[in-house]
Nanobody, 126 residues
Framework: QVELVESGGGSAQAGGSLRLSCAASGFNMRSYYMGWFRQTPDREREGVASWDSARDVYYVDTVKGRATIYEDNSKHTLYLEINSLTPEDTAMYYC????????????????????WGQGTQVTVSS
């Protein structure tokens, strides 16, 4: 049974850092595309970080230079670290699993996730 469980969110001050984790089970992470996306009540869903089929990393412009996505296959966990947090990073963060790449030619093109977790809330105060 596929399961994705996000954790690591919370409240942070602007300028701080958070590391989000996505514990994956029930599938081989290397056989699928995974990524992080976020959503707030007043903004559209936004892809934050993922890899394309060439394993080139994509970051949304608003986190580029501040975020790192990586995976530890031995722990079956996907991570997203964001540094220099800003209030604009406030959102519910989700990790998703897809059979197709979410990113093509440097553009987030698909939210066609077949599984995603319950999300972890990040709240950044100024």
């Amino acid at each position: 049974q596929v399961e994705l469980v996000e954790s690591g969110g919370g409240s942070a001050q602007a300028g701080g850092s958070l590391r989000l984790s996505c514990a994956a089970s029930g599938f081989n992470m290397r056989s699928y595309y995974m990524g992080w996306f976020r959503q707030t009540p007043d903004r559209e869903r936004e892809g934050v970080a993922s890899w394309d089929s060439a394993r080139d990393v994509y970051y949304v412009d608003t986190v580029k230079g501040r975020a790192t996505i990586y995976e530890d296959n031995s722990k079956h966990t996907l991570y997203l670290e964001i540094n220099s947090l800003t209030p604009e990073d406030t959102a519910m963060y989700y990790c998703g699993l897809s059979t197709t790449e979410c990113v093509e030619y440097g553009i987030w093109t698909s939210y066609d996730f077949i599984y995603w977790g319950q999300g972890t809330q990040v709240t950044v105060s100024s």
